[in-house]
């Protein structure tokens, strides 16, 4: 099947900095991805859609400028957390656009100290 | 707006046993696809079965069969002949027709040997 990577597995940043985290699909071309969050033990919460070449679409409550989403080329979209704080900790998915099913990846632990 | 309900937050069964997980889920849409995807400890998610919502026969994979009832909006997960590697987190999920997905809660899966 498709294979979608994410990288860094694992971050920890301090209070404040901000994070990139980029998530690839090695060996097809996506022109949707989707990123979400997970918390411990609970559910994956779609946070937005990133297209190829335009603006991401955001899900009600998740702030634009605290999460900007870019989606440069059709293999790459990358999520950087600003100005990140504890709250922001948390297990980030991505998932990228086949047909009739989504790709994922293996997830990002941030933790913000 | 879509929502996926699993109402059985952990669920055990005895290794070589059968055991029933259950969705049900709310839409106006008639087209959309049906998921369940398993999360094991490594956190990636991993597709189990795919239904479309316009097929009336039931998808199977191996030890792995829904019970499709549209009509009640339901989408239940039987696994058969359980075995210790299917211990998990599974979830339902709902992709509607701008290939968005939605999650269940998740159920946790505990094969006992």
Known sequence: ?113 | AQTVTQSQPEMSVQEAETVTLSCTYDTSESNYYLFWYKQPPSRQMILVIRQEAYKQQNATENRFSVNFQKAAKSFSLKISDSQLGDTAMYFCAFMNTGNQFYFGTGTSLTVIP
Request: aromatic share 10%.
């Open chain 1, 1 to 113: 099947g498709a294979v979608v990577s994410q990288h860094p597995s694992r971050v920890i940043c301090k209070s404040g900095t901000s994070v990139k985290i980029e998530c690839r699909s090695l060996d097809f071309q996506a022109t949707t991805m989707f990123w979400y969050r997970q918390f411990p033990k609970q559910s994956l919460m779609l946070m937005a859609t990133s297209n190829e070449g335009s603006k991401a679409t955001y899900e009600q409550g998740v702030e634009k400028d605290k999460f900007l989403i870019n989606h440069a080329s059709l293999t790459l979209s990358t999520l950087t957390v600003t100005s990140a704080h504890p709250e922001d900790s948390s297990f980030y998915i991505c998932s990228a656009e086949g047909l009739y099913e989504q790709y994922f990846g293996p997830g990002t632990r941030l933790t913000v100290t």
